[in-house]
């Protein structure tokens, strides 16, 4: 294969790579997409000398997606765990995130540029909140225990999606890095 031909396909796997990464900020599930691509680069492209993306590459991404997938859980559980939650509150808030998430989408269209993606994150934290103060309202709790929840949700959530897209990030220059220069 001509080095121009690999070279178009690579900056084509990192631009895919690159949009899978910003579909993390809407709840989808990026990062397995970067290693699903990572996968089909590596199987049509095979390495052969001086260029290609390695399968042990797409272990290290494979395990990296895991890693950023305890995080994000992890998280936003613990957020809301931590100011004394229910578990009906922990799935009430990833349920509020999910649909928080799609609601900012949709709110954040008008805004030009990255209207879409900063509210994505806003709404799935707000989502989280309202699902946790939903859950412990349901369960009886207090006001004041209700919020406690709700914020420990919010911030959980606000936190997970972050330390998500930062390894994300680290998948998505590894990723670069192999396919141009490995």
């Not at 390495?47 to 895991?66: E, F, K, M, R």
């Not at 949700?153 to 998948?171: C, E, Q």
Request: aromatic share 10%; glycine share 14%; charged share 10%.
């Amino acid at each position: 294969m001509d080095a121009w031909v690999y070279y178009l396909w690579a900056i084509l796997l990192i631009a895919a790579c690159g949009m899978a990464w910003l579909t993390t900020l809407i709840g989808l599930p990026g990062n397995w997409l970067i290693v699903a691509f990572a996968a089909i680069f590596a199987s049509l492209l095979a390495q052969n000398g001086t260029h290609g993306i390695s399968w042990t590459t797409v272990a290290v991404l494979a395990a990296l997606a895991v890693v950023g997938e305890v995080v994000e859980f992890a998280a936003g559980a613990a957020g809301a765990a931590k100011h004394g939650a229910s578990k009906r509150s922990v799935a009430l808030s990833l349920v509020g995130a999910a649909v928080g998430s799609i609601a900012g989408i949709a709110i954040g269209l008008p805004i030009p540029l990255l209207g879409s993606f900063v509210m994505a994150i806003v709404g799935g934290a707000a989502g989280a909140f309202f699902g946790a103060y939903l859950g412990e309202a349901w369960k009886g709790r207090p006001h004041d225990a209700r919020i406690a929840a709700g914020r420990g949700a919010f911030s959980g959530r606000i936190w997970g999606s972050v330390g998500k897209l930062a390894v994300g990030a680290i998948m998505l220059v590894i990723v670069a890095w192999d396919a141009l220069f490995g």
